[in-house]
């Protein structure tokens, strides 16, 4: 990890932060910047083999006068014991929690029509339903009498998510549960907001879509305005000022960080095809034909 942060080292000390997905891609470059500004991190994911490796990597970071201190603990946040395990165990270790970063997640490539009720549940359990369970347990377990601010990761799904409509569908719902929660919760003191990343490669992500994975990401780049990939070490410092006091009177919003990817071009490609419905016939209509029999013989 070679990124250092732009922001005052000793920022989050003496503070506690559970990142869920912290052992890979966008979860470990958050998890290294929280540690270089003094953060306690516990990262949460289902196989313990990342988890140990990245707490043997990321622990090189921090230096011996730091605060800083980073456990794992094996957690499918599709499960609600095991989210309340996450939780309690946190609170047991540290006896508080000021962050939670919703960043566990992700999904398969298919066409709607192709996929099976049990891969829609599984996108869906994992990234709506595993979202939902973590910030209720983190809220009724401390910060409804302490505060805290969350952090939930979505996707660029602002034109749908041709391709990962589940992904897209859950993703919608976490935006909109944001927004519920940051009133619900405001009176306790909590923050929430969500960040939409764009097409960000890491080797996990990547590695995720099998073979797929290389060409998906180099077909996004032309639907960059940056006409390049996005990295996690690009996603974390968003993360972490929103976590931070300069976001003291943000809540309820989504900052997308995707270099201008959602107000332009689209992979999907839609075929020709006369499957459309007809117009209605009318002058419009008949002016068009007759412009389109004046063009044609050109073209
Ligand atoms: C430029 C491209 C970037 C685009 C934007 C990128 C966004 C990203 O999010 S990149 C990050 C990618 N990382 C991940 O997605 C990591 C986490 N993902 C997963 O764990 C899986 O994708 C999961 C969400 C589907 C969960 O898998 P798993 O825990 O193994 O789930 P289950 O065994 O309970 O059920 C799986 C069920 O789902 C269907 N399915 C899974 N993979 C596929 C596939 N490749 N094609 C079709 N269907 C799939 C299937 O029905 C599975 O059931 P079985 O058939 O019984 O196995
Ligand atoms: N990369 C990109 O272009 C984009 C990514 N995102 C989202 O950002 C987040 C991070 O993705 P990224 O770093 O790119 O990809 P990764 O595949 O590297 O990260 C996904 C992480 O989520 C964890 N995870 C997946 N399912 C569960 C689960 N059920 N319970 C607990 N942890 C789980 C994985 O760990 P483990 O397998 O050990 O459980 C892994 O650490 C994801 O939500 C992803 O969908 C959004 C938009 C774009």
Not at 118 to 141: M, P
Not at 178 to 190: D, F, P, Q
Not at 195 to 205: D, E, H, Q, R, V
Not at 233 to 249: K, N, Q, T
Request: hydrophobic share 40%; net charge neutral.
């Amino acid at each position: 990890m070679a990124a250092r942060s732009v922001f005052r080292s000793g920022l989050f000390n003496g503070r506690v932060a559970i990142v869920t997905g912290g052992a890979t891609g966008i979860g470990k470059a958050i998890t290294a910047e929280l540690l270089q500004l003094g953060c306690r991190v516990v990262i949460a994911s289902r196989k313990s083999e990342r988890l140990e490796a990245a707490v043997d990597e990321l622990s090189q970071l921090i230096i011996s006068s730091s605060s800083a201190s980073i456990t794992a603990v094996c957690c499918n946040i599709r499960h609600e014991d095991q989210v309340r395990n996450m939780v309690a165990s946190t609170l047991r270790q540290y006896g508080r929690i000021d962050y939670l970063v919703n960043n566990g997640g992700g999904q398969f490539s298919s066409p709607a029509a192709n996929m099976s009720l049990k891969g829609w549940n599984a996108v869906i359990d994992t990234n709506l339903t595993g979202t939902f369970l973590c910030c209720r347990e983190v809220y009724n377990e401390w910060m409804k009498d302490h505060g805290g601010t969350i952090v939930n990761i979505i996707a660029d799904m602002w034109r749908g998510f041709p391709g990962m409509a589940h992904t897209g569908a859950a993703r919608a719902a976490v935006e909109n549960l944001t927004k519920s929660l940051a009133i619900e919760w405001a009176s306790s003191g909590v923050r929430i907001n969500s960040i939409a990343p764009g097409s960000i490669f890491s080797k996990t992500a990547m590695e995720n879509y099998k073979d797929l994975g290389p060409m998906m990401f180099q077909m996004a780049v032309p639907c960059i305005p940056a006409k390049r990939l996005g990295f996690p070490e690009e996603i974390s410092p968003a993360v972490c000022f929103l976590l931070s006091p300069a976001a003291s009177f943000i809540s309820g919003a989504t900052l997308k960080v995707d270099a201008g990817q959602s107000l332009y071009d689209s992979v999907w490609e839609i075929p020709d095809h006369s499957a459309w419905p007809a117009p209605p016939e009318g002058e419009n209509v008949c002016a068009l034909r007759e412009v389109m029999k004046e063009l044609k013989p050109k073209l």
